[in-house]
């Protein structure tokens, strides 16, 4: 595959007869190489906790196989969501939640740091892997995104090849799908994630629910010096039936951030009542982020979106700067999460221009789901890995899978 260009810290233009003059010249290895993964931020049953860790553990393997043979972060990336995409355990590929139609609808986004180029699909319904779509977009293309028949003629054209729908889909799902129309047919819709956004999506927006106190089953906090006041403060009140009694009162979301030497920092507070057995379903999108040992950043998110969806509907994941952005000079990031929320703050490249301007990333990606829920009222997660190898991880959902792999090793966890 094509390498990427170094990092280029003084500029951000490159011209491309630089760019392919250097990458023909052997630069050094100078990064330890570092690799994040998440199997999406939600309510993890304890019955599909083994599932999700394993399968978080086999992406972090297939991607750490390629970054320590000196691969690109481009390519660890797409060998990681590829992984996820393949087992059923998340909501990516084969295995997806359904749209209101019964079919799998997905979408996927990939970017290049060092290059500054991205690819992206959406709503396609014919391919095994939209993350390798989005591949080929970027690297086959002049456009950045493609959709529905668009996407799969593109992708045929260049030698993918074209599914039966009927083949990502699962009984479970179906099931599944049955259940939520059911409940949303008796007026008993989950709100836990969504609040008032299934009923009138402008109320997150006011940041004051129409019936009063939100229905929100959890909520970031915000430490008493005020140091994540970003925006509203207290618009969403968790409902305190649904929050852990020992939850401090200045409680950040969870986070975990650190350096590759720092891999097992502070694991940070995880104060969510898991409920997640009376929920009994988990919503569990994709996600990598890799720095190589040239110095480039990439990023990859994909998807099947949220269950019981409106065909057509499209979610942060594959929107670049919503759910997945690169770039050398900021950061990647992948995130996961109610969608809507996410897409309007573009969420994932607010994170990276804070790097950029000097925050840590564990406190950058803190902020970032603090905003989403100060400003929203939306509940996510988030991976982010600066350029120097320092990342950090974040959710407000009660467990988000993920994964970290560094030359010391691989880690896997359902919370941080
Ligand atoms: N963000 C995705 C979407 O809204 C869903 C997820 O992350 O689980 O489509």
């Keep these: 595959m094509e390498q990427g260009c170094p990092p280029q810290p003084d500029t951000h233009l490159t011209h491309p007869a630089q760019c392919s003059t250097i990458i023909s010249v052997t630069t ?18 304890a019955d599909a906790a083994a599932a999700h860790q394993s399968g978080v553990r086999s992406a972090l393997e297939a991607g750490h196989a390629i970054l320590s043979r000196g691969g690109s972060a481009l390519d660890a990336v797409e060998a990681a969501v590829t992984v996820l995409e393949d087992d059923p355990t998340f909501d990516a590929g084969r295995g997806s ?26 709503c396609v319904e014919r391919l095994r892997n939209p993350i390798k779509a989005a591949r080929l977009v970027l690297e086959k293309s002049p456009h950045v995104y493609f959709v529905g028949s668009g996407a799969e003629q593109f992708a045929h054209s260049h030698g993918m090849a074209l599914i039966d729908n009927a083949e990502l889909v699962l009984d479970r799902e179906r099931q599944r799908l049955a259940q939520a129309k059911a409940r949303h047919a008796a007026g008993l819709a989950d709100l836990s994630f969504t609040g008032q956004a299934l ?15 939100s229905s929100l089953g959890w909520e970031t906090g915000v430490p008493s010096d005020g140091s994540l006041s970003l925006g509203r403060k207290t618009a969403f009140q968790p ?12 409680a950040a979301p969870g986070g975990l951030g650190g350096s590759p030497q720092d891999a097992a920092s502070d694991p940070g507070q995880f104060w969510w009542k898991d409920n997640s057995s009376s929920k009994g379903w988990s919503h569990d999108t994709v996600g990598a982020v890799a720095l190589d040992a040239r110095g480039n950043l990439a990023a990859a998110t994909s998807t099947g979106g949220t269950l019981n969806k409106t065909p057509g509907r499209v979610g942060d994941s594959s929107l670049i700067g919503c759910g997945c952005y690169a770039d050398n000079l900021s950061a990647a990031v992948s995130l996961t999460g109610w969608g809507e929320p996410i897409m309007k703050l573009v969420l994932g490249k607010w994170a990276t221009d804070r790097v950029a301007a000097g925050s840590a990333p564990e406190i950058a990606a803190r902020e970032a789901i603090s905003y989403l829920y100060n400003r929203l009222g939306g509940h996510g997660g988030i991976i982010l890995l600066g350029p120097d190898g320092r990342f950090g991880l974040a959710h407000n959902t009660p467990a988000m899978a993920w994964g970290l792999a560094t030359p010391s090793g691989l880690q896997t966890g359902l919370s941080v």
């Design 28 to 45: 050094p290895a100078k990064h330890a190489p570092i690799l994040l993964v998440h199997g999406g931020a939600w309510a993890i049953p």
């Design 97 to 122: 939640f359904l749209t209101s139609d019964g079919r799998v609808q997905l979408d996927a986004l990939l970017m290049d740091g060092g290059r500054m180029k991205a690819g992206g699909v959406a």
């Design 199 to 213: 009923q009138d999506d402008k109320d997150p927006e006011t940041g004051v629910p129409s019936d009063g106190p």
């Design 239 to 250: 409902d305190p039936g649904l929050l852990d009694d020992q939850r401090p009162d200045s």
